[in-house]
């Protein structure tokens, strides 16, 4: 399957390196170790996956973070190391203790990452024969070979990267991820990696990190599967010639933090986009709720709905099913009469049903779109959310059909 390299200008981070080989993972012609750098200077964050079963790197993971002295990550694609069992443990702490005495740290200073089938042995020692290469090309250019490397299923590179002034200081923030089936992720992507030469403090990272993913992959969904493997992290490397962010009262986080999520937004809006064979990007707003558990109850009802996500696949105007998914979404006393419901900015339901006004041309209009908005207003509340969501093709089942073939 070819890849689009579709990157933005991806400015380097200062402080912050990748590099990328083919250990022969997938194919010898694939690349499939990432690795990065960063130094003790750095600040780190994390989320990862709510599953039950959680793949062997992100339990090592979770702990190595615990000891706030992380300088490198190494990821690998091809292999999940997922549902392995003690082998997967001390396969993931092999390769952080291989890649520690290679760079004279402890072992807790390696965070690993995995990423692709799920239920297989890791070959550990491909990954181990590869360290001593992808060490020696560590490059703070090395951002579009490392989009490339911790791909699986993806279509097209993930990429976004910024500039901005704060306190009179450039700032740079730059990130990638990967992730295109499996996903509604409950706290971040299958695999992200966002940089900044801010310097901040190690407890308000965390708290920005979290407000990030809140409000970006923690609103996307292509087929409502949360992965073994879901990881984001988010590195301040410190560099940048400003004063330590300390305080969430301070304008420059305010301004840090907006610019850190709209690189968060951008990267969970290209996984929908790469939904697996998906064609169009869906926004679905819900208001008027009483709490934004239930605007988020209705809005994942429809976005995981296969009459929904088929019906925009074929560009179908067929508004009984998203009327439908409203009215199963299990909402107490809902009042059908007050809700109204638009594709664009044509009403299709209003008063209880079809909206007196509306005609299949206007719905077909919008649904030629490869852009499109449902916007479900109940009329009980104040609460909102906003979630992303993409259609569903034949070339989604293709793919997760022959994904191990």
Excluded at 19 to 45: E, N, P, R, W, Y
Excluded at 69 to 90: C, H, K, L, R
Excluded at 307 to 334: E, H, M, Y
Aim: overall charge negative; proline content about 2%; aromatic content about 6%.
């Amino acid at each position: 399957m070819s890849v689009e390299i579709n990157l933005p200008e991806m400015h380097s981070v200062s402080g912050f390196k990748l590099a990328t080989v083919c250990a022969g993972i997938k194919a010898t012609d694939k690349k499939d170790v990432v690795l990065m750098s960063f130094g003790t200077q750095a600040h780190v964050a994390g989320v990862f996956t709510q599953n039950a079963f959680c793949a062997a790197p992100v339990h090592i993971a979770k702990e190595h973070l615990q000891k706030n002295s992380v300088q490198y990550f190494v990821i690998n694609t091809g292999n999940a190391n997922a549902g392995t069992g003690e082998q997967g443990i001390q396969d993931a702490l092999l390769t952080c203790d291989k890649l520690s005495k290679l760079t004279h740290t402890e072992n807790h200073a390696v965070l690993p990452f995995s990423t692709g089938v799920i239920g297989e042995t890791l070959p550990v020692d491909k990954i181990i024969q590869a360290l001593p290469e992808v060490l020696d090309n560590l490059s703070e250019q090395g951002w579009q070979d490392a989009a490339q490397g911790i791909l699986t299923t993806d279509t097209c590179t993930k990429g976004a990267s910024t500039r901005v002034m704060i306190a009179g200081k450039w700032v740079t923030i730059t990130g990638i991820a990967k992730g295109s089936g499996m996903i509604r992720p409950d706290m971040a992507t299958m695999l992200g990696f966002v940089a900044t030469d801010a310097a901040i403090e190690q407890s308000l990272l965390r708290t920005l990190l979290k407000y990030a993913v809140d409000h970006s992959f923690n609103r996307i969904t292509v087929d409502g599967d949360t992965s073994t493997n879901d990881s984001c992290m988010l590195v301040a490397t410190g560099h940048a010639k400003m004063d330590m962010i300390h305080s969430e009262e301070q304008s420059d986080y305010v301004l840090l933090r907006s610019a850190i999520t709209d690189v968060f937004e951008q990267l969970a809006k290209a996984i929908v986009l790469d939904g697996e064979g998906a064609t169009k990007l869906i926004h679905i707003q819900v208001s008027g709720g009483l709490s934004e558990q239930e605007c988020n109850q209705v809005a994942y009802t429809i976005a995981h709905s296969p009459l929904v996500k088929t019906a925009f696949f074929a560009s179908d105007p067929n508004w009984g099913r998203i009327l439908a998914a409203v009215g199963r979404s299990g909402l107490s006393q809902l009042d059908i009469n007050a809700l109204e419901i638009f594709l664009d900015d044509v009403c299709i339901v209003n008063n209880g049903g079809r909206a007196l006004e509306y005609t299949e041309e206007q719905g077909q209009s919008v649904m030629n779109k490869d852009e499109i908005t449902i916007n479900v207003q109940l009329h009980r509340g104040d609460a909102s959310v906003q979630i992303w969501t993409c259609d569903l093709s034949y070339d989604y089942v293709k793919i997760n059909a022959e994904y191990r073939t």
